[in-house]
């Protein structure tokens, strides 16, 4: 998928192959502006008028979602596949109570019944951690938090075969984040519910996440099961985003930070993406893209990869 | 950041008792009447050149703690007293036409949200030289000078290339970055910091963090840092505050706080942490499920509803205060 601009063509997401079993949550991972968010909207088709899917195809159950057309792609957004946005906090309308706006969205998704409708918010607020006396206010009296909570909601209203959640938590702390995550657990596990869970985040991918992707310049570079990423990692890359974790009860050490910027996706770097910021690189690095690496099914895109394996 | 070691004794800023109420529509009704009482009695000091952390669950009241201290919204009970050393120290509250204006050049807010602080209509160059404009500071020249400089500053170079964009053609961190200029153009001795890294991912996040600390160091700012995030809590802040439904319920040194919690709330808190190692089963969470709100409050402990420890004194008494327990460690609970 690229985005159009004045500028050229920007990258975002660039060849990107991946696929999500029922039940099963796929984690990606990486820094700001390396696509995650993009292949996000790519997959439930609401992209922005600068954005273009140019080649591959989506298939959710078995079907091909890319050619259907607006009126088609209804049948399955929210039913089928929904999403939480990043920065969901502003999608609420501010002139509608909260409550109104979940039920509203249930009349017309599911053709709940009012009294229907109402029960559900009420066991929807209690998933979500929001007091019932909060239904029928208004978004402005809601706290940044408490608004990230009503959009999940809104998400699980419907109950999807998948839910792509971009970022839902990083705005809530960590007792709310960590409720919300075993409520999505729980959800999952009764409807079989699938999950694609964007982070930059390690340690919430490391608990949320059955198998692992890892972005960098619009590209996954290393995917595998999230205990073989997190205990073996190989692409140089995920190295460094692990070492530059912070850490709150741990020993106290200096951050570490990645040397420069995440690429310019207008001229990605030839050869390994990676390639100017990464410790390993070499002349073939520069020049040649870089070999799969595989390990069963753990797998990164490296040159050199570096012998130790431990991050 | 650690505070200076000939810090005055008195501090730059003093709350007392503060408290904010907002009156809210409690039903479907509007003609219903209760009140949020999203910061209540809370008291604190922040020392000069220190930055003094608050953190606490969503709804807690950290952001209108922060947006009393700049005086963006009025205390309905309570003092600040703002002590600069310069002019007779004061009680924010008081301050009206050209006191208030004097004031808000020494005290600036970023905001939590950099999409909604930020008009997306107005350039880089506008947004940053607002307050220059408020202020009065400058002529049109002098001004592009000094906002080129704080660009500069905040890592986004070369500034002339920033300057006449829109907040959508720049990513997240290099519009919070924005936000961090804004703040700093006048050269306020005090900022209150909302989550200004929350939004973003971890080497922006380091990045933006070591560009405060560097400017606190450098220029001698306070900070109110507000989070949510304790292990930014742990590398900003020399002290922090854990708040709980409007009230303080444990402050101190952060390193003694985040290794030995005292208050119920605070441990649930530090156990919630996720780990990032997916072989690691963290235990259960131990706070009970029903979420508080603060409007209309029962006057007994506000944590007692989801307090794994309380007994019938907790439910049969006030709030606890709270209590020095030496050290400067402060902790509000009947059992800690
Ligand atoms: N203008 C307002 N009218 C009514 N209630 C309000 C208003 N602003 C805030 N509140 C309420 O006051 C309480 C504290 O809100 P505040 O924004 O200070 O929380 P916060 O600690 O910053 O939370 P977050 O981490 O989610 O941003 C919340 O319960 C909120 O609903
Ligand atoms: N509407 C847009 N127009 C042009 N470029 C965009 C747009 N949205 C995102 N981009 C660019 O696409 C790239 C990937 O962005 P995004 O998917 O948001 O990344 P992430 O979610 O990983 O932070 C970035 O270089 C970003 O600047
Ligand atoms: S291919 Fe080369 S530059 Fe890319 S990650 Fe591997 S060693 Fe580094
Ligand atoms: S005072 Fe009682 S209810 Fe409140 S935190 Fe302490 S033990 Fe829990
Ligand atoms: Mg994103
Ligand atoms: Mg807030």
Known sequence: MHYMTRAGAVRAVDGVTFSVERGQSLGLVGESGCGKSSIAISLLKILPDSARILSGSILLEGVDILPLSEDEMREYRWKRISMVFQAAMNSLDPVYRVGDQIIEALELHVGSAPS????????????????HSFIPRYPHEYSGGMKQRAIIAMALACEPAIIVADEPTTALDVIVQDRILREMRKVRDALDMSMIYISHDMAVIAEVSDVVGVMYAGRIVEFG?????????????????????????????????????????????????????????TEECRSQPPPTVRRGVHWADCWNPPEDQSP | MTQAPDAPSRPLIHAISLTKRFPVSSGWFRRDRSFAHAVDGVSFQIQRGESFGLVGESGCGKTTTGKL??????????????????????????????SLKSFRRKAQMIFQDPYESMNPRRTIFDTVAEPLKVQKIGGAIERVERVSEMLGM????????????????????????????RALVIEPIFIVADEPTSMLDVSIRTGIMRLMEDLAARLGISY???????????????????MYLGKIVEQGETEEILHNPKHPYTQ??????????????????????????PIDPPPRCRFYDRCPVADAFCRDSEHPPLEDKGGGRMVACYKA
């Open chain 1, 116 to 131: 229907e409708a109402v029960e559900r918010v009420r066991e929807l607020y209690d998933l979500v951690g929001l007091n």
């Open chain 2, 69 to 98: 201290l700049v005086r963006l919204v009025d205390p309905t009970e309570g003092k600040i007293v703002f002590d600069d050393g310069e002019d007779e120290p004061t009680d924010i509250a008081s301050l009206s036409g050209r």
């Open chain 2, 268 to 293: 649930a808190l530090l156990s919630a942490v996720p780990i990032p190692d997916p072989s690691a089963a963290r235990p259960p969470v131990k706070i009970e499920g029903g979420v508080s709100t």
């Open chain 2, 224 to 242: 109110l840092y507000i989070t949510h995030d304790l292990a930014v809590a742990r590398y900003m802040c020399s002290r922090i505050a854990v």
């Open chain 1, 225 to 281: 099961e999230t205990k073989d990423v997190f205990e073996n990692p190989i692409h140089p890359y995920t190295r460094a985003l692990m070492s530059a974790f912070p850490s709150v009860t741990g020993e106290k050490r200096e951050l570490a930070t990645l040397p420069g910027e995440p690429p310019n996706l207008l001229a990605p770097p030839s050869g390994c993406r990676f390639h100017p910021r990464c410790p390993y690189a």
């Open chain 2, 154 to 181: 905040v890592g986004l170079t070369p500034p002339a290339t920033f300057l006449f964009r829109y907040p959508h053609e720049l990513s997240g961190g290099q519009r919070q970055r924005v936000a961090v200029a």
